[in-house]
Every structure is written in structure tokens, then in C-alpha cells.
């Protein structure tokens, strides 16, 4: 709600209310009820992990005197048809019930009851159940408005960086493989794939490779180590490697940039025992925006 106290507006599936009175919510998944309690609007929803909650926003400051009045506020239905320039879902107090209350006008007789109407953009509604119906339906087309947005937006942001030389680290001193920056990225979220081959020539020790973005480790490791292992073999020798096996190594990570700008990234590797090669090629780097 952004006009008054009991206008909604659903914009990019966050739900707001009275002159940010209501905080921002987490994805709105499924408004559940809706309650007007005294003085108090409860609105509760479910959120995009399916737990549900409930927000409870005082309109009384809204009003003055600790009462809440809609700006449109008519005797009954009749003087309410006669109001023009009102706003998508706004919703007009009626003070006094009009006809004859054994049939309502929405099922084609006279009786309209005082309360709360709702402007649909076509005509005014008191139907409590209209009324959610709505406002599910105000969601429902704006998630699918999100995901169109989403689709449009899946790749519009390609970095890839590329070294295929073999490199070989005999040292447990941290070694660049790849140290680039990206282009400018607009805030949003980004996979980043790491790919490439390695192997190292002792079956006691290990080869390891850590990842960074932005200067922030990746992967749960707070070190940044996204790959240690031991070979079981160490045979032969391949380009200067000491060992002729060749191992393939593959990982997805999913950040959300929240500042938009050029970002780092950092692909590093070594050996844990000092003597021994750790070697790396083929190497890629992809990130991409996917929302």
C-alpha cells in the first residue's frame, strides 16, 4: 500500500504498505489472510522457504486521534458510484447499509452493507473473499512477470578467463593460475564455474587450489580452499610434471553482488609438502548473471 492505509502495490514480488510503515518482507510466496483488527491491519503470508509469518501494522498514527479513516469515506453505495479518479486498489469506507439486506447486490439485488469497498479498476468490491482473491491474483501475475524478467536476464553478464599452459607449483607458497578482473557487474546473482586438470606426483601428499571473488574466499572453507586431494597414483611423467596421470576437476559457486562495480577473481593452487609438484591446465573461469 502506498496512497493509503489500505492500498496495496506489489512491486518485484516484495510486498510494502502504508508510507513504509511496513518493513520490507522476504519473497512473498502466498498472502494466507488478512485481517483488519481495530486500529491494526495483520496480513500474513508465506515466504519463499514456505514458513509462515505474520506482520501486524498500526494504521492509528496514520489518522490522527488513534483512528484510521480511508481518504474516500461516502454515506452509502450510491454516493460511492458517484466518486471518480480513485486509484487502483484503493479502497472507500461506506457508513450505512442501502436495500433490502436478504439479497446482495453482487448477486443482482439491491442491498449493498457498509465497510470497506475495494476498486478493482472496473468496479467497487466488498467481498472479503473478492478481496483476497486480488490480491492472491496481484501475486501470482507478478511472479510471473519476475520470471520473464529472470529469462531476460540469464547471461547478459558473460566474464570468461582462460589459462591452458601447464603450470607447475613445487612449493606450499600460494601460486597464481588465474588473477583477472571482470568488467563492471550490475548487482545481481552470478555462477561462477572453475574447471580444470591437474595432478600431482606423490600418493602421500596433496594438491590443493583456493578461490577468491572480490577478495572474499569461496566455498565453506574460510580459507578459501575449494580442492585438496591425494592421487593414488603418481607414475610416469607428463610435460615436466613427474606424474603421467591427468585429473579433471569441476565446481559451481552462486554469490550475489549487492555492489555494482569490477571484481576480482583469483584462482590459486600449491602443494602441501615442499618438494613435491602440484600442477594445473586447462583451466577455465566462467561467471554469468543469472537474476
Known amino acids: 500500500m502506498t496512497k493509503y492505509a489500505y492500498q496495496f502495490n506489489v512491486i518485484n514480488n516484495k510486498l510494502c504498505a502504508v508510507k513504509n510503515k511496513l518493513s520490507k518482507l522476504t519473497y512473498v510466496k502466498d498472502i494466507t489472510d488478512l485481517e483488519l483488527v481495530g486500529t491494526d491491519l495483520i496480513l500474513t503470508y508465506i515466504d519463499e522457504k514456505d514458513v509462515e509469518h505474520t506482520q501486524t501494522v498500526s494504521l492509528a498514527p496514520l489518522g490522527g486521534g488513534g483512528s484510521f479513516v480511508p481518504s474516500i469515506v461516502v454515506d452509502n453505495y450510491n454516493e460511492l458510484l458517484t466518486v471518480v479518479g480513485q486509484s487502483l486498489f484503493e479502497f472507500a469506507q ?24 475495494y476498486w478493482d479498476g472496473v468496479e467497487w468490491i466488498n467481498d472479503n473473499d473478492q478481496i483476497f482473491e486480488a490480491l492472491q491474483q496481484i501475486i501470482v501475475v507478478n511472479i510471473a512477470q519476475q520470471a520473464q524478467i529472470d529469462a531476460l536476464v540469464y547471461g547478459t553478464q558473460l566474464n570468461l578467463f582462460e589459462s591452458n599452459a601447464v603450470s607447475i607449483n613445487n612449493t606450499t607458497v600460494l601460486a597464481d593460475k588465474i588473477n583477472q ?17 591437474w595432478n600431482h606426483n606423490a600418493t ?25 586431494k591425494e592421487p593414488k597414483d603418481a607414475a610416469g611423467n607428463w610435460m615436466g610434471t613427474g606424474t603421467s596421470q591427468k585429473e579433471p576437476f569441476a565446481k559451481d559457486f552462486y554469490v550475489d553482488v549487492i ?12 602443494t602441501d609438502a615442499a618438494g613435491r609438484n602440484s600442477s594445473i591446465w586447462d583451466t577455465n573461469i566462467e561467471i554469468i548473471r543469472i537474476s
Open 259 to 270: 555492489a555494482a562495480g569490477v571484481k576480482n577473481v583469483t584462482l590459486q593452487f600449491r
Open 94 to 117: 461506506v457508513r450505512n447499509n442501502q436495500g433490502n439486506k436478504w439479497l446482495p447486490g453482487s448477486l443482482g439485488g439491491t442491498f449493498y452493507g457498509a465497510g470497506l469497498y
Open 204 to 228: 602421500n601428499s596433496d594438491f590443493e587450489s583456493y578461490l577468491f571473488f572480490d577478495g572474499n574466499p569461496m566455498g565453506q572453507d574460510v580459507t578459501g580452499l575449494i580442492h585438496k
Open 181 to 197: 578482473n571482470t568488467t563492471a557487474l550490475p548487482v545481481g546473482k552470478y555462477k561462477i564455474r572453475v574447471t580444470y586438470s
